[in-house]
């Protein structure tokens, strides 16, 4: 019912910039936070960043000072600005959201489908 559809994911040059988008749509009551995880070959998945529904945001730290999340809450969408972009960047980034569906009571956590960021000379 629920679901979130991301795009803007490409292969990019050291340096160089990428948006990432992520729409949520379906039968929405709320949204309390929506954010970003990535997840390298060979690694676990990790927190890239998140914002709720107050506008709070919350970075990694190896993301900090180059990565920007935003929420346009009209559209149901965040944004991932990527700048200075890193070859320890590159991994597959996976969109999610905290999401009121329809007329229920409780959150849950939604998942995208994961672009692929590549990051390379």
């Known amino acids: 019912q629920v679901q979130l559809v991301e795009s803007g994911g490409g292969l990019v040059q050291p340096g160089g910039s990428l948006r990432l988008s992520c729409a949520a749509s379906?039968?929405?009551?709320?949204?309390?936070?929506m954010g970003w995880y990535r997840q390298a070959p060979g690694k676990q998945r990790e927190l890239v960043a998140t914002?709720?529904?107050?506008?709070?945001?919350n970075y990694a730290d190896s993301v900090k000072g180059r990565f920007t999340i935003s929420r346009d809450n009209t559209k149901n969408t965040v944004y991932l600005q990527m700048n200075s972009l890193k070859p320890e960047d590159t991994a597959v980034y996976y969109c999610?959201?905290?999401?009121?569906?329809?007329?229920?009571?409780?959150?849950?956590?939604?998942w995208g489908q994961g672009t692929q960021v590549t990051v390379s000379s």
């Open positions: 999610y959201a905290n999401i009121r569906a329809g007329s229920g009571w409780r959150h849950n956590n939604y």
């Open positions: 379906g039968s929405i009551a709320s949204i309390n936070a």
């Open positions: 914002i709720i529904s107050g506008g709070n945001t």
